[in-house]
């Protein structure tokens, strides 16, 4: 096995990492939940703090086109997520447009009214998909809770929506995007894809696939800070739907300022109220470095960091027989993956104590995120070597590790 220092040597794509503020005594293994902090998004806050807000002031809204910001970060994840021009919006939050697009998609798709939501969801997507149901009422939304995989056993006849997550928040599977919306539209069926794990290291090819509606965070792998901005993907051939949330952003004259609400073509309809300049500034230069390289580069790296990971824990008894709930197939794992251990929360504040920052999902599961954007070879020997000395020193056992945090 080639050690790690060959294979950063070999790595097309090292010179990557030098576009990010990474402390030198820490490992960074959890893009996968806040990205790093590029220098590109350092400058260009400073640039519209300084010289376009602090300068111009409310002239900025015409003199930087602040006012078109939702709309030109939107272009730039469409050309990251595969999707044609004007079907990718960039505003509030992942939750809020996870709500308009399952809005939309029952209206859609009226009369019927069932929504199926996966078992293992992200709670949040749950608990929107709850909240829209008490809203309309059981004669207009009735839900369903479905495993991922008894999905092609299920009656999808009378299905409006089905909500899904791309790649599983605990594990790390990646889903069949193509099977199964395929499987949904052949039933008559839409579907709402959570792209939070996926995007930015993921193909996700979403015109290609005829994907129908998704949203997105943008403060995981595409490092837009933390709490940045969402996205929604509404394909053109559903972007007639209403936003449920109307707001003078979305509509077709905004300083006309009607009394009645008038939606705007396409996909700025579903904008809602004016968004963050800030927030969408630190977005849009944390997508810079998408023009450098392809996502295509991003998820071959991806797996051979995550392939190295495995050939590592095999290398020492302690990890060998460590079980991992994320599959081997490259074909079905995103980027990043799960261990499950019995001591997994003190286990995981060990590496952060050695500087190997993970995170920890209940119930016992510790995550292990690999950015191809700055992460390294010897990030992932690293990450081993120290959880071997963890498991085989039970450090994992000092008291300070037992203490949780609210963020963990």
Same mark, same amino acid.
């Given at each position: 096995?080639?050690?790690?220092?060959?294979?950063?040597? *070999?790595? =097309?794509?090292?010179?990557?990492?030098?576009?990010?503020?990474?402390?030198?005594?820490?490992?960074?293994?959890?893009?996968?939940?806040?990205?790093?902090?590029?220098?590109? &998004?350092?400058?260009?806050?400073? #640039?519209?703090?300084?010289?376009?807000?602090?300068?111009?002031?409310?002239?900025?809204?015409?003199? /930087?086109?602040?006012?078109?910001?939702?709309?030109?970060?939107?272009?730039?994840?469409?050309?990251?997520?595969?999707?044609?021009?004007?079907?990718?919006?960039?505003?509030?939050?992942? !939750?809020? %447009?996870?709500?308009?697009?399952?809005?939309?998609?029952?209206?859609?798709?009226?009369?019927?009214?069932?929504?199926?939501?996966?078992?293992? /969801?992200?709670?949040?997507?749950?608990?929107?998909?709850?909240?829209?149901?008490?809203?309309?009422?059981?004669?207009?939304?009735?839900?369903? !809770?479905? !495993?991922?995989?008894?999905?092609?056993?299920?009656?999808?006849?009378?299905?409006?929506?089905?909500?899904?997550? /791309?790649v599983d928040f605990r594990t790390g599977t990646l889903r069949d995007m193509a099977g199964i919306t395929a499987l949904a539209?052949?039933?008559?069926?839409? +579907?709402?894809?959570?792209?939070?794990?996926?995007?930015?290291?993921? %193909?996700?090819?979403?015109?290609?696939?005829?994907?129908?509606?998704?949203?997105?965070?943008?403060?995981?792998?595409? %490092?837009?800070?933390?709490?940045?901005?969402?996205?929604?993907?509404?394909? *053109?051939?559903?972007?007639?739907?209403?936003? &449920?949330?109307?707001?003078?952003?979305? /509509?077709?004259?905004?300083?006309?300022?009607?009394?009645?609400?008038?939606?705007?073509?396409?996909?700025?309809?579903?904008?809602?109220?004016?968004?963050?300049?800030?927030?969408?500034?630190?977005?849009?230069?944390?997508?810079? +470095?998408?023009?450098? +390289?392809?996502?295509?580069?991003?998820?071959?790296? !991806?797996?051979?960091?995550?392939?190295?990971?495995?050939?590592?824990?095999?290398?020492?008894?302690?990890? =060998?027989?460590? #079980?991992?709930?994320?599959?081997? @197939?490259?074909?079905?794992?995103?980027?990043?993956?799960?261990?499950?251990?019995?001591?997994?929360?003190?286990?995981?504040?060990?590496?952060? =104590? @050695?500087? &190997?920052?993970?995170?920890?999902?209940e119930p016992d599961i510790v995550r292990f995120g690999f950015s191809p954007l700055y992460n390294s070879f010897q990030?992932?020997?690293?990450?081993?070597?120290?959880?071997?000395?963890?498991?085989?020193? @039970?450090?994992?056992?000092?008291?300070?590790?037992?203490?949780?945090?609210? +963020?963990?």
């Amino acid at each position: 096995m080639k050690t790690a220092e060959q294979l950063d040597s *070999e790595d =097309a794509l090292r010179f990557l990492r030098e576009y990010y503020d990474l402390p030198s005594d820490r490992t960074y293994l959890d893009g996968n939940s806040l990205g790093a902090l590029s220098h590109a &998004v350092k400058e260009q806050l400073r #640039d519209v703090t300084e010289n376009q807000w602090g300068t111009d002031l409310i002239d900025g809204w015409n003199n /930087h086109a602040w006012i078109d910001m939702p709309l030109r970060v939107g272009e730039a994840l469409g050309g990251i997520l595969g999707a044609r021009p004007g079907e990718v919006i960039c505003c509030d939050n992942l !939750s809020i %447009n996870l709500f308009k697009a399952l809005a939309a998609a029952l209206e859609l798709n009226a009369p019927r009214r069932k929504m199926i939501t996966e078992a293992g /969801h992200f709670p949040t997507d749950n608990y929107i998909a709850e909240g829209l149901a008490q809203l309309l009422g059981p004669n207009r939304c009735q839900i369903e !809770s479905v !495993s991922v995989d008894r999905l092609r056993d299920t009656d999808l006849s009378e299905v409006a929506v089905i909500s899904l997550s /791309h790649v599983d928040f605990r594990t790390g599977t990646l889903r069949d995007m193509a099977g199964i919306t395929a499987l949904a539209q052949k039933n008559g069926a839409l +579907v709402v894809w959570d792209l939070a794990h996926s995007a930015g290291v993921v %193909n996700t090819n979403l015109s290609d696939l005829q994907v129908d509606m998704a949203v997105g965070c943008t403060y995981k792998f595409l %490092n837009g800070g933390p709490g940045s901005p969402g996205f929604l993907y509404v394909a *053109e051939r559903h972007q007639h739907a209403a936003n &449920v949330l109307p707001g003078w952003m979305g /509509h077709a004259d905004l300083f006309a300022f009607e009394s009645s609400y008038r939606p705007a073509g396409g996909i700025r309809r579903f904008l809602t109220g004016t968004q963050s300049v800030l927030a969408m500034t630190a977005v849009e230069a944390a997508l810079s +470095v998408f023009k450098t +390289v392809t996502v295509a580069a991003l998820r071959e790296k !991806s797996l051979a960091l995550s392939d190295y990971f495995f050939a590592c824990l095999a290398q020492d008894p302690s990890t =060998a027989d460590i #079980d991992c709930v994320t599959p081997r @197939q490259a074909e079905q794992r995103g980027s990043q993956i799960s261990l499950r251990l019995a001591q997994g929360f003190p286990v995981s504040q060990a590496l952060i =104590a @050695q500087g &190997v920052i993970v995170d920890y999902r209940e119930p016992d599961i510790v995550r292990f995120g690999f950015s191809p954007l700055y992460n390294s070879f010897q990030d992932v020997s690293r990450a081993v070597r120290e959880l071997e000395g963890i498991l085989r020193t @039970q450090g994992y056992r000092d008291p300070r590790f037992q203490h949780r945090p609210r +963020v963990t």
